[in-house]
T-cell receptor, first 112, second 116 residues
Framework: EDKVVQSPLSLVVHEGDTVTLNCSYEVTNFRSLLWYKQEKKAPTFLFMLTSSGIEKKSGRLSSILDKKELSSILNITATQTGDSAIYLCAVDGADSWGKLQFGAGTQVVVTP | GAVVSQHPSRVICKSGTSVKIECRSLDFQATTMFWYRQFPKQSLMLMATSNEGSKATYEQGVEKDKFLINHASLTLSTLTVTSAHPEDSSFYIC????????????FGPGTRLTVL
């Protein structure tokens, strides 16, 4: 059975700190790994990763996939209070045709 | 671009009634729409996948007669919770993708259902 595990489950940091979130997966015929940010309502798309070792960057957020280790990390540098959210990792396996298997999420709280 | 809306955003209903939730892709055509359910402090659980013009595919453990899904057009999918019970109270989120498969899914803002 496909599985996506995120760690830590939650963390609290001060503004300006750097945060690293982890996602590991077990999935049949991996196709892609996606990161989402969920604030009060719907998740918003951050990154889609398909190739190992290629960092994707958007502002202060970056992410990289390691297919050998079956994992991905999401980094947030110079955190701001607006980064407080739940960060969800999801995996798309080739057998599932677009069906995303989500991890439980990491709740990040950034304090002023 | 790629905006998905849901209506209503919040609904409270009595036990035994049916509730319909709409999911619309506002500025693109969505071949595939997905329906998720999220319990408090838990992750999204996929309920079903719907492709325009065909029957929805339900995940294991999801009752298709209870959660009726219709994807009648490329911009609209509906989820009807029939004979709702308090345990159906949850946050229901839809997502839409242009082509399904590995195409990016865009999420709606969700619908909070409370069954009294």
């Amino acid at each position: 059975e496909d599985k996506v595990v995120q760690s830590p489950l939650s963390l609290v940091v001060h503004e300006g700190d750097t945060v690293t979130l982890n996602c590991s997966y077990e999935v049949t015929n991996f196709r892609s790994l996606l990161w989402y940010k969920q604030e009060k309502k719907a998740p918003t798309f951050l990154f889609m990763l398909t190739s190992s070792g290629i960092e994707k960057k958007s502002g202060r957020l970056s992410s990289i996939l390691d297919k050998k280790e079956l994992s991905s990390i999401l980094n947030i540098t110079a955190t701001q209070t607006g980064d407080s959210a739940i960060y969800l990792c999801a995996v798309d396996g080739a057998d599932s045709w677009g069906k995303l298997q989500f991890g439980a999420g990491t709740q990040v709280v950034v304090t002023p | 671009g790629a905006v998905v809306s849901q209506h209503p955003s919040r609904v409270i209903c009595k036990s035994g009634t049916s509730v319909k939730i709409e999911c619309r892709s506002l500025d693109f055509q969505a071949t595939t729409m997905f329906w998720y359910r999220q319990f408090p402090k838990q992750s999204l659980m996929l309920m079903a996948t719907s492709n325009e013009g065909s029957k929805a595919t339900y995940e294991q453990g999801v009752e298709k007669d209870k959660f009726l899904i219709n994807h009648a057009s490329l911009t609209l999918s509906t989820l009807t919770v029939t004979s709702a019970h308090p345990e159906d109270s949850s946050f229901y989120i839809c997502s839409a993708s242009r082509a399904g498969g590995t195409d990016t899914q865009y999420f709606g803002p969700g619908t909070r259902l409370t069954v009294l």
